[in-house]
Every structure is written in C-alpha cells, then in structure tokens.
C-alpha cells in the first residue's frame, strides 16, 4: 500500500501563503487533552442523557409533551447554532479563552436546569446551555490540531473520537443510573463538579496564544450561517411537536439564506478579509468537502438509532431505562476500543480504515435486524449483543479517523472554523437521524397493529441507508487519495531525477 503523505506536513490553501508557524511540542500537550476531552464528553453526554428522563420530568413539572421535547431539542438546536462562529473565534481570540468562557457557561447553564422550577425556565436554561456547549466544542478539534502533529495528532484524534462516539451511545445508560438513584435534577446537577475541575486544571494547562486571525469578525456571514441553519433546522427539531407539516416553509427559505451565506463568504474572501467560514476549506482542502459530507450521512443513522432503540426496549419491551441502556452498551464498548486502536493506525491507513470500519457497522446493524425480526422478543435483549457489538467495533473505525483524514490539512490557524463546520455537518446528520428514524418507528407501529420488532428494523433500516452512502464517500474519497500520493511520489521522483542530473 502506498503511504499517505506525512500528517506533519505544513498544510497551506490558496490566500495562506506563509504556511503554519514552527511546531515546538507543549510538554503538557496530552495533560491538556484530557481536560479537553473530559469536558468536551460532558457536553456531548447532555444531548442524549436527558432523553431517559422526560416521561419523569413530564409528570414532576405538569408540563406537556411537546414542551418537554424542548428540553432535549432545544439543546441540540443551540448546540449547532453556534459550532462555526465559535469555533471561528477561537482561531481569531485564541482558544483557550473560549474553551473556559463555553466550560463557565456550562456549568452555570448545568447548574440553573438543575434548580429550575417550572418546565419554561428548564428550557431556557437548557437553551443556554446548548450555545455554551457550542462555544467549548469546536476548540477541541482546534486544540488537537494546535498541540499535535503526525502520528501524536492521529492518536489524538483516536481518542477525541471514542469520546464523541461514547459519549452518544452511554447517555441512556448514565441517565438510568442516575434515576436509579437520584431524581432528574442530578442529570444536570452532575455537570458541577467535574466542570469546576476541569475548569480550574484547564486554566493552569491549556496553551495560551493560539490565535491565528486579526480578531475581526465576520457579521454578516454569522447572521447569514445562523439563520439559514435555524431554518434548516427548527422543523427537524420540532418533528415529534409535527414540525414538519407546520413549517414545512423554512426548508426553501434556509436553502435561500445559506446560498446567500456562500456568496457573502466569496465576497469576504475577495476582498481580503476573514470569513467566519472560508469556502477553500470545502473547494480546496484536499478531503475536507467529502469528509464533511462523510460525517453527515453517517451521523444521520448514528445518531438515530439509539432512539429507535430505546423505544423498543422501554415501549415495546417493558425494559427500564438502565436495563435499556445496558442492552446496547456493547456498541458502546466497541467503539471506544476500537477508535483508540484506529488512532494509532489513522497515519498508516488512512481512509481505508474508515471504509472496513463502515463495512463493520453495516454488518453489524444488519444482523440486528436479523435479530429483532427472527428472535423471539423477550430474548432480544441478549441475542443482539454480539451484533451490537461488531456494529460498535466498526463504528469506532469511522468517527475519529474520518475527524483526522478531514481535518489533516487544514492550516492550523483556520482549524476552529474547520472543526466547526464538521462537527454542524455532525449535528445536521443528527437531527435528521433523531426525526427520520423515530419518526418511521411510529408509522410502521400504527400500521402493523404495534408489531414493534418490524418497527424498530424499518427505523434502523433508515440508518442502514445512512451508512451505505457514507460507505460510498468514503471509498470514492479513498480512490481519490490513492491517486492524489500516486501523482505526489512521481513528482518526487521526478525532482529527484532532475536533482541528481544537475550535480552530474
């Protein structure tokens, strides 16, 4: 197999003719990950946790259902609101100061959900929390870019990674323990005391500096970006609330808003200013365009099928939250197996260990289906482990590697927008996954008379789709990069051949 080109390579794009300044490893560099990692699992812990605990929160708060669906979609909606702005700021402020200014929003926004005592002020709570955790997402990837390079940058990614793809599947099972034995307000009140440690170790051990830009910052695309993807947005968050009938509308009008958001960026560009979002990322960033994409259409079925999951187990099969949380922890413990393994592997194989790793999830959620649709109900909590746990195997081959491969040759002084806007092409995914999937669990209940094993396997047949096509960006990006290292070693010989004929 042809090697990809070294990870430690200065990575430049069109307008970025100066490279990267010189790299001198922080001797504190993995101590300052961890931090890093600890808070940016809890924030991504939050979108899911709170799901096992809305039927308790329902009847505690006397609220409705569709106003408690705020409580989890809000949070969601926010979080992907301002994942590009934020992230443009780090570069442009410097990261460190956003990473603690979103980590102390956090745990005050943690802290007022907890207290609060009426369903109106949770979700506002809840809604500031989101942008907090916005604000502190983006500055992991940019850290990771910032602190390492090479082989040290891919097993970083390795673990950044494994947290973002446990962190999705261990919600229901940490929110089950904890209505286990405490009620709903400690899924937020939890938050408190690890965010207070984090907060204090990462103000003695993250880098000061970092800033890359001016300090400007673009206006107008971040009103452009925020409400095309509000419009994008909003009816997939409201689904459940019948979103999707009510304001069916705001899909054109958002389309309209972020084709009016890429104009505006080419203009900035044109003119020589600094983009919240610069465009040459996706046209001219080798791999950044498709792994983006990538994460999108992977995201939709990752992030769906745990709904889909946890209806089955808890409507379906009577389970309780924690027994339904322990039925997918195999998934849970592949992963993150499997993309610290990845990590270390990311520099030798680049996109291939993406494809192998979808082709395990595929496999792995098809013989799922198998499962649920052959086994007898009241033996599929047990009879899925095993498939589960290949599915998770595969799934910790896709996550951090693609985060590598996609973010490799970003210039490091635009890798919080870059970050960013990958982890937006995440939350995108997510939404629709968390209504597509869902959703076509409750058609095929009402029409099959509550068969919910023919449910759950046409909600994860949804997921299924999902992946095959990242399957397909994924080998059609791995063509393109073979070919790309094949052109970049003859051109090496080549400079060496006329190298060695100038000195003779």
């Known amino acids: 197999m042809t090697a990809r080109p070294d990870l430690d390579r200065t990575a430049r ?21 961890s931090v890093t990692l600890v808070a940016g699992f809890m924030s991504l812990l939050d979108v899911s946790i709170v799901s096992v605990a809305l039927p308790t929160l329902q009847r505690d708060l006397g609220a409705s259902a569709a106003a408690v669906q705020w409580v989890v979609s809000g949070y969601a909606l926010t979080f992907a609101l301002v994942l590009v702005p934020a992230g443009r700021l780090g570069d442009a402020l410097g990261r460190r100061r956003m990473f ?16 609060a005592p009426s369903v109106g002020l949770l979700i506002a709570a809840r809604l500031a929390q989101g942008l907090a955790a916005g604000v502190l997402a ?23 990674g494994a947290v973002v793809g446990v962190s999705t599947a261990v919600g229901p099972i940490v929110g089950g323990l904890l209505l286990q034995v405490a009620d709903w307000r400690w899924i937020f009140y939890v938050n408190v005391p690890i965010g207070v440690v984090a907060f204090v170790l990462a103000w003695r051990l993250l880098p000061r500096g970092g800033a890359g830009g001016r300090g400007h910052i673009d206006v107008g695309g971040v009103l452009l970006l925020g409400a095309g993807a509000l419009a994008l947005l909003l009816p997939l968050v409201q689904a459940e609330a019948g979103g999707l009938s009510r304001l069916w509308w705001l899909f054109p009008v958002g389309v309209l808003l972020v084709g009016g958001f890429v104009a505006w960026e080419r203009r900035v560009v044109r003119r020589g200013g600094e983009p919240v979002f610069d465009p040459r990322l996706v046209t001219e960033t080798r791999g950044y365009g498709l792994g983006a994409a990538l994460g999108t259409v992977y995201f939709v079925g990752f992030s769906g099928i745990w709904l889909v999951f946890a209806l089955f187990f808890q409507t ?21 197996t499997a993309a610290v393994v990845a990590g270390r592997l990311v520099e030798r194989f680049g996109r291939l260990l993406t494809v192998i790793g979808l082709v395990g999830v595929l496999t792995g959620l098809g013989a799922t289906v198998a499962v649920l649709l052959l086994v ?11 498939a589960l746990l290949v599915g998770g195997l595969g799934g ?6 693609n985060i590598t491969m996609t973010l490799r040759d970003v210039p490091v002084r635009m890798a919080g927008a870059a970050g960013g806007g990958l982890q937006t092409a995440q939350r995108f995914g997510a939404v629709i996954g968390t209504a597509a999937l869902p959703g076509l669990f409750y058609v095929v209940l009402g029409a099959t008379a509550r068969d919910y094993p023919a449910a759950a396997a046409a909600g994860l047949a949804v997921a299924l789709a999902g992946i095959a096509a990242a399957l397909v960006l994924a080998v059609v990006d791995l063509r393109r990069t073979r070919r790309q290292d094949r052109a970049d070693a003859a051109e090496h010989d080549r400079d060496a051949a006329h190298g060695r004929a100038a000195h003779s």
């Open 396 to 401: 910790g081959f896709v996550i951090s590697p």
């Open 13 to 33: 794009t069109a307008g970025d003719p100066g490279g990267e300044e010189e790299y001198r490893p922080d001797p504190r560099r993995w101590r300052a990950l």
């Open 100 to 115: 603690l200014a979103g980590l102390a929003g956090f745990v005050l926004c943690s802290t007022a959900a907890g207290a």
């Open 138 to 160: 983006p500055q992991n990837s940019g850290l990771i870019q910032q602190l390492f390079r090479g082989g040290e940058r891919g097993r970083a990614f390795g673990l950044f």
């Open 376 to 386: 007898p109900a009241d033996a599929v909590p047990w009879a899925v482990a095993p």
């Open 316 to 336: 379906g099969l009577g389970l309780t939250p924690l027994q339904s949380g322990l039925a997918v922890t195999p998934f849970a413990l592949g992963s993150a």
